[in-house]
């Protein structure tokens, strides 16, 4: 079963920024199309940004484009979040998910717009407060 990691969340203040790690143990993430999740207090999850497994292709939530990049190492085995110029809206637990690009695919826009996801990390909390 794939293991998806998340690190780099943390307390920033508004307009700083943040990069959030994930990472896959015992499995590579070549054949998997990547998003970032979150969910902020008392709110549903949302899709923030989808990567396809060749970094060819993203998606990025309204509210956060400009503003996020996401990115893949797959030589790493990790995929990115650069998130900049933080806003306390920004305040929420973010996920990690993949999605198999053999099994019921899904482009990224399906995959962060309809959670469309076979995997998802443990989250890390992002709090952006001054």
């Known amino acids: 079963q794939l293991q998806l990691v998340e690190s780099g969340g943390g307390l920033v203040q508004p307009g700083g920024s943040l990069r959030l790690s994930c990472a896959a143990s015992?499995?590579?993430?070549?054949?998997?199309?990547i998003g970032w999740f979150r969910q902020p207090p008392g709110k549903e999850r949302e899709g923030v940004s989808c990567i396809s497994s060749s970094g060819g292709s993203t998606y990025y939530a309204d509210p956060v484009k400009g503003r996020f990049t996401i990115s893949r190492d797959n030589a790493k085995n990790t995929v990115y979040l650069q998130m900049n110029s933080l806003e306390p809206e920004d305040t929420a637990v973010f996920y990690c998910?993949?999605?198999?690009?053999?099994?019921?695919?899904?482009?990224?826009?399906?995959?962060?717009?309809?959670?469309?996801?076979?995997?998802w990390g443990q989250g890390t909390q992002v709090t952006v407060s001054s």
């Open positions: 998910a993949a999605k198999s690009i053999w099994l019921n695919p899904a482009s990224v826009q399906a995959m962060c717009e309809m959670s469309r996801v076979d995997y």
């Open positions: 015992r499995f590579t993430l070549d054949y998997y199309t």
